[in-house]
């Protein structure tokens, strides 16, 4: 691939890319909420629309009560009456912030991913309710029209201690909040399960009725947040040299017939998910390395829905909302679901929901992204350094591909021999470019050149880069991994600009090697200021990607240059 005009097409390709999704970026914000709402559904589900209210309303469980009432006290804006207490959960990867007010997970911080390398004193923080990242966890009970009101996200549950954290030689935690309503003789208790090493917490909602009249209603989770502000609208250059900006943010859901589902920000209100019912499936939130998800039993029938709540910050919210709850006087009965919080490892996601690993966005190449990863992974398992794992995997890439190269390598060869005898074709027909056209292409015949040789091998590998970078962009494991020396952190840009500058030098290198037969003297002018413009883009660009591309681009020169010494030297002889 180190063919310029290989790399002037993998450049167009992905700049058209990246140009492609900053137009997104910049002009397919999402519109403000409209207030228009979904029709009511006959099956005891909550009718679930886009609606302007400030705050996050109670869905209704059953379709004679369409209309969504407004709440007193909206979570986000809580008033300092209503305002809950926030409960400290943690296990060895996890540190939680609960908040009595609902019990909802309003805060997670990932205790082994730093935001900055090394700096475990300030942890990802995934979940958080501040304005500007606002991003939680709710779970409630949303009651029948004719049944008296159970405990929803907005009310204030009693938490038995401040704080709880799983002790050593303990690999089980369960943390217990209760809400009571004594008129209705209604008790709810909620109860969110940490154990060792996982990022998978186990959730309860047990319903007690010592009333005399029966409860109906349905238990829903959802998932809320804000655009964040990473993502937000931001410059053509910075959008191409961050990841994070052009990683998909938004929601997801996943069943057994419709598969992995995206849904962008700006998608919530053109085409909502209305009321579509799942069984075995789940619902998610996505950003760049990390994500949260609500994955019920995989025999629960749930309904699933997307609303736009509209106020400082637009909220985003997806919602599956259980089957329906009967609880007569004196009985009870237990809704139980699972949230996990927390990075997209693809080795393991999938052993905890089918088809949760999709949720590491590979994009159309994923059928190729995966094994790739698993290859790299296993590098990684043999070298113990990604850096040296991105190495290996183009040495094996290059001789996987070694004959296509070595055809298109000697194609170039013998097309750059053939220089001096087409410059006399040009200087003997001149501007006549038919006859002209004709003459090369009887000097092909006779030499036994194919021009496109050239071309075709990299055709097939152009997949593979693409496929290839998207595993070096969407994979946690190499964030911030180090490789050697100066380089402390893979996806940070070379601090030093050794890599850009190596990458420029092989560029140059190959112009060298490659012949320019044919090539207008604009192209021309192109070739020899791309090693210049690669330079300064890869300066800004994650260093295990330039470390890929500086690699393979190094490999492709030695290959090329060995054929072309042996065709030179069988000329010779």
Known sequence: MNNPRSILLIALLLVSYLVWNQWQQDYARPAAATGTETPAVADGSAALGSTTAAGSEVPNANASAATSETPAAAVPGATAENKGELVEVSNDVLKLWIDTRGASIVRADLLAYPQQPKDYANPVRLLDDGADHYFVAQSGLASAADSTKAASHQDLFAAEQKSYALAAGENK???????????????????FVLERGSYVLGTRQEIKNDGTAAWRGNA??????????AVAKKGFFSSITNPQTYSFTGAAWYSPEDKFQKIAFDKFLKTPLQNRAVTGGWVAMLQHYFFAAWLPPSNSAETYTTEVRDGAHARFTIRAMGPGLNVPPGGSATSEARLYVGPKLQSTLNDVAPGLALTIDYGVLTFISEPLHWVLAKFYALTGNWGFAIILLVLLIKALFFKLSEAQYRSMAKMRKLQPRIQALKDRYGDDRQK???????????????????????LVQIPVFFALYWVLVESVELRQAPFILWIQNLTAPDPYFVLPVLNAATMIATQYLTPTTGMDPVQARMMKIMPVVFSVLFAFFPAGLVLYWTVNGMTSLLQQWIITRRIEAADKA
């Open 173 to 191: 935690l369960e943390v217990p909040l209760t809400w009571t309503d004594a008129a209705s003789g209604l008790t709810v208790r909620k109860v």
């Open 220 to 229: 829903y989770r959802q998932l809320q947040r804000v655009i964040p502000p």
């Open 436 to 458: 002209l056209g004709q003459a090369q292409m009887e000097l092909f015949q006779k030499e036994k050149i194919n021009p496109l040789g050239s071309c075709l091998p990299m």
